[in-house]
Nanobody, 123 residues
Framework: QVQLVESGGGLVQAGGSLTLSCVAS????????LGWVRQAPGRERETVATVTWRGDSTYYVDSTKGRFTVSRDHTNNTVYLHMNALKPEDTAVYYCAASPFTSVTGLESYGYWGQGTQVTVSS
């Protein structure tokens, strides 16, 4: 079992920055991939960024490239999502999710989810 707890969401003006944190506990193997998935009102969930637990591979959806950075810290079992140049369209609930696979092909790849944290970007 893997438990994920997110924090760091909030209200920010467009152009601002936020950093989300996800503390992972339980049995996380080196083959796992940790992802940040968001769901905006009326829209489906989408993966915005992933990082392998080994840290050797990252992925970003096109809309976040150059603005978001995903990283993980083994010393405190935490995955971060640093978000810069935020836009109103980034407003969503952001979930931390864990997949036992080194490559995430879809939302069905995730076996574990956090409770989510709200990010609101005002214009």
């Amino acid at each position: 079992q893997v438990q994920l707890v997110e924090s760091g969401g909030g209200l920010v003006q467009a152009g601002g920055s936020l950093t989300l944190s996800c503390v992972a506990s339980g049995r996380i193997f080196s083959t796992y991939t940790l992802g940040w998935v968001r769901q905006a009102p009326g829209r489906e969930r989408e993966t915005v960024a992933t990082v392998t637990w080994r840290g050797d591979s990252t992925y970003y959806v096109d809309s976040t490239k150059g603005r978001f950075t995903v990283s993980r810290d083994h010393t405190n079992n935490t995955v971060y999502l640093h978000m810069n140049a935020l836009k109103p369209e980034d407003t969503a609930v952001y979930y931390c999710a864990a997949s036992p696979f080194t490559s995430v092909t879809g939302l069905e790849s995730y076996g574990y989810w956090g409770q989510g944290t709200q990010v609101t970007v005002s214009s």
